[in-house]
């Protein structure tokens, strides 16, 4: 299956900033998902990101605030701009990786103050 | 549009029991299913991914079941051990294909030694 690498593992942040989250793919694919997890919830999907084209956006989820880059088969970023507290979660990116399911990410853990 | 729903929430369990976690799906045309294991703070680990044209899958102590016309999925820990506490997550592709996954919010498990 796909191996991910997703940095950074964790940051904390001042409230206003903005943070870049990397996600490398050790394959390449068509798609790859973001998700950001609240503290206490399950996984909602932010976007989903293509490669040569712009990321489609679940409803609650604006590309100002989340803009994604997908340059090529392998490699995307979300950025979380103008941060409040209430971004404080865990973001995970993921891909789908044939007869394997799906991979995701080892996650980054976001806390703004 | 598929909706993911797993009971209970929350369950604790002495060491050595086994134990059942339930995932409900309102789709029965599902494409496949994936159990998800998520340790406090941290990314999501594949444990069993299930096809639609399977019934169950075996990984160990774990053991997943399919059953698509009553639109329910079970994952059973035999012999439970302190280390399977986590939060234990059931997901489901949006749509056949590569599509998003649709979470359940999640079994928070805890063994006690």
């Known amino acids: 299956s796909a191996v991910i690498s997703q940095k950074p593992s964790r940051d904390i942040c001042q409230r206003g900033t903005s943070l870049t989250i990397q996600c490398q793919v050790d394959s390449q694919v068509t798609m790859m998902f973001w998700y950001r997890q609240q503290p206490g919830q399950s996984l909602t999907l932010i976007a989903t990101a293509n490669q040569g084209s712009e990321a489609t956006y679940e409803s609650g989820f604006v590309i100002d605030k989340f803009p994604i880059s997908r340059p090529n088969l392998t490699f995307s970023t979300l950025t979380v701009s103008n941060m409040s507290p209430e971004d404080s979660s865990i973001y995970l990116c993921?891909?789908?990786?044939?007869?394997?399911?799906?991979?995701f990410g080892s996650g980054t853990r976001l806390t703004v103050v | 549009k598929q909706e993911v729903t797993q009971i209970p929430a929350a369950l604790s369990v002495p060491e050595g029991e086994n134990l059942v976690l339930n995932c409900s799906f309102t789709?029965?045309?599902?494409?496949?299913l994936q159990w998800f294991r998520q340790d406090p703070g941290k990314g999501l680990t594949s444990l069993l991914l299930i096809q639609s044209s399977q019934r169950e899958q075996t990984s160990g102590r774990l053991n997943a079941s399919l059953d698509k016309s009553s639109g329910r999925s079970t994952l059973y820990i035999a012999a439970s051990q302190p280390g399977d506490s986590a939060t234990y997550l059931c997901a489901a592709p949006r749509e056949p294909g590569n599509t998003p996954l649709v979470f359940g919010k999640g079994t928070r498990l805890s063994v006690i030694a």
């Open positions: 789709d029965s045309a599902i494409y496949n």
């Open positions: 993921s891909v789908e990786s044939g007869g394997y399911g799906y991979t």
